[in-house]
């Protein structure tokens, strides 16, 4: 059995900030296939906690791409088995302040 993920309150606000933008300017098609890459990319995660970039400043955690206009940054906690997705959002957004 894989990690379990769960999802920060912060993340989920990204994740819901993202499908709101695709409603607004994309068909229900890219939306399905947001919705189905988010899926497979968490199952992937799940398998592979160590899939993505490690920070250089957070032990446990990891930043990168979901795919080209999507990134995500979660912690893995090895000894509970959990992967924490701490923010999801769009490359086309401000960026982050470090």
């Known amino acids: 059995m894989g ?12 994740y819901d900030r993202i499908v709101d933008y695709l409603k607004e300017e994309w068909t229900d098609r890219e939306i399905r296939n947001f919705l189905i890459e988010t899926r497979k990319f968490i199952h992937l995660l799940q398998k592979n906690p160590q899939l993505l970039q490690p920070s250089t ?11 080209r206009l999507i990134l995500v940054t979660y912690r893995v906690r ?21």
Do not use: D, H, Y
């Not at 990690?3 to 990204?14: D, H, L, N, Q, Y």
């Not at 400043?57 to 795919?67: A, L």
């Open 3 to 14: 990690f379990e993920v769960i999802w920060t309150t912060r993340a989920e606000k990204g």
């Open 57 to 67: 400043s957070r032990k446990n955690v990891f930043r990168g791409p979901m795919n």
């Open 78 to 98: 090895p000894r509970k088995k959990v992967i924490e997705i701490l923010n999801i959002r769009g490359t086309r957004q401000k960026p982050l302040k470090k």
